[in-house]
């Protein structure tokens, strides 16, 4: 095939059409799912009656993630627990509170939606450092709340590879993190999130009132 006049000629290989199929298993009852998963014994005893619980929404666009967290605000209040829901994304949304509600609004997560509050302060508490002297920041109302139930999606990172990429620790030390936080671990370089990530997040399961993880998987559809 001339591509250019005067120019070369290239023999394409003889190509084919076709088709991946992904593994379409789904939860087709999300609610009932999570009720399921947060009343484990050993998950429902962690939760007391009269215990305040900031519950975590990310911004990363997870499928049914409204439904997912208006089940867990749901469970909760069954529990006794009075939840109240936190914008866990960093320094996303612009790195203010306008903006990341902005942010949940998009995926339809919502006082009025939610029927609790929400608190985007990003104002932060510095709860320790790491081995290697990096410091770990957690949201300040999470932190004056009794308990926090970290809800997100674990999958592949796309900038770095290692036993804990994006999920819930991400979740807890970044997305908790807020802009100071996400800024302080950001600054070391995808090259260190392997290693950093973990030990960042075992900080905040010391010093920070960690209930229980709510761990979402999407197909490979995004159900």
Known sequence: MPLLEGGFDIEFP?????HQQFEPRKVENIEQAVRSELGKPEIKGQFKPGQSVAITVGSRGIANIARITKAAVDTLTDFGVSPFIIPAMGSH?????????EVLESYGVTEATMGVPIKA???VVEVGQTPEGVSV?????????DGILVVGRVKPHTAFHGRNESGLMKMMVIGLGKHKGATTIHH??????????????????????????LAIVENGYDE
């Open 93 to 101: 949304g612009g790195a203010s509170p306008e903006g990341q509600l």
């Open 14 to 18: 003889q190509m084919v059409t076709i």
């Open 121 to 123: 302060e990003m104002d």
């Open 188 to 213: 070391e370089g995808f090259s260190e999130f392997a290693e950093l990530i973990p030990a960042a997040g075992r900080v905040v399961l010391e010093k920070a009132p960690v209930l229980a993880g």
């Open 137 to 145: 920041y957690v949201s300040k109302p999470a932190m004056e709340a």
